[in-house]
């Protein structure tokens, strides 16, 4: 299935992708879309679900969606109370953050639960093995949750700018899998009206927004650059 690049949604995790992100240079290589976020320092979890409802209902076909790190916690989280997920086709996900372990569930507040239900579209979840905001097992466990294809990208630390990935050629491969392999799905079409979803949690979100609420396999690569 072809997809716009408008319709490939770009989820950074916390503080956003820097310059040097492969998600960056994504964008501006292939022109995919950027969810921008209100607040990247200060995450709110209802906030941000708010953000990504909204542009999914208003992208005008189906989407994909690109996740690292917070990203990947808030898919799974969007999936689980949206009423429009039949509007995404596949998603990417990698390196989710584990907002349940202390340390980060203290920076990161009403993060968790992390939301654990098969997602409703075919997913792949790339992990390293030596990432210190989620454990290899950690990993596991997520994507054999949400039913993703899970993928072992070796050591290459959060898969980020400071793994020496560049425009990380591998991972668009694998996106290029994804939108390959999406069904085309009448039912993404923007013709047909979106169902109204549950609200905002109370308390969750900084400003008002619009309702709504396995397998395994290796790839050897070489280890971080310095």
């Known amino acids: 299935m072809v997809f716009k690049p408008s319709n490939i949604l770009l989820l950074p995790g916390w503080q956003n992708s820097g310059p040097g992100h492969w998600q960056s240079l994504w964008q501006a290589r292939h022109g995919y879309r950027r969810v921008e976020q209100h607040d990247w320092l200060r995450p709110l979890r209802g906030d941000?679900?708010?953000?990504?409802e909204e542009t999914v209902v208003d992208a005008d076909g189906p989407v994909l969606l690109v996740a690292h790190s917070l990203g990947c916690i808030l898919v799974a989280w969007w999936a689980a109370h949206s009423a429009n997920t039949h509007r995404v086709q596949g998603a990417l996900l990698v390196a989710p953050g584990d907002v349940e372990r202390a340390d980060l569930a203290a920076q990161l507040h009403r993060w968790g639960p992390i939301a654990r239900q098969t997602l409703p579209f075919p997913a792949l979840l790339v992990a390293s093995r030596n990432d210190p905001y989620c454990s290899w097992a950690r990993a596991q466990g997520l994507a054999q949750s949400w039913g993703a294809?899970?993928?072992?990208?070796?050591?290459?630390?959060?898969?980020?700018?400071?793994?020496?990935?560049?425009?990380?050629?591998?991972?668009?491969?694998?996106?290029?899998?994804?939108?390959?392999?999406?069904?085309?799905?009448?039912?993404?079409?923007?013709?047909?009206?979106?169902?109204?979803?549950?609200?905002?949690?109370?308390?969750r979100c900084a400003t008002p927004k619009k309702a709504y609420s396995n397998g395994h396999e290796k790839t050897q690569?070489?280890?971080?650059?310095?």
Request: hydrophobic letters at 30%.
């Open 221 to 226: 690569g070489p280890g971080p650059r310095p």
């Open 48 to 52: 941000w679900t708010a953000r990504l």
């Open 149 to 203: 294809r899970f993928i072992d990208l070796g050591q290459r630390g959060h898969i980020n700018a400071q793994a020496g990935l560049g425009d990380w050629q591998q991972g668009h491969d694998w996106l290029h899998q994804l939108a390959a392999s999406a069904p085309t799905d009448q039912r993404a079409s923007p013709s047909v009206p979106s169902t109204p979803s549950v609200p905002c949690p109370a308390g």
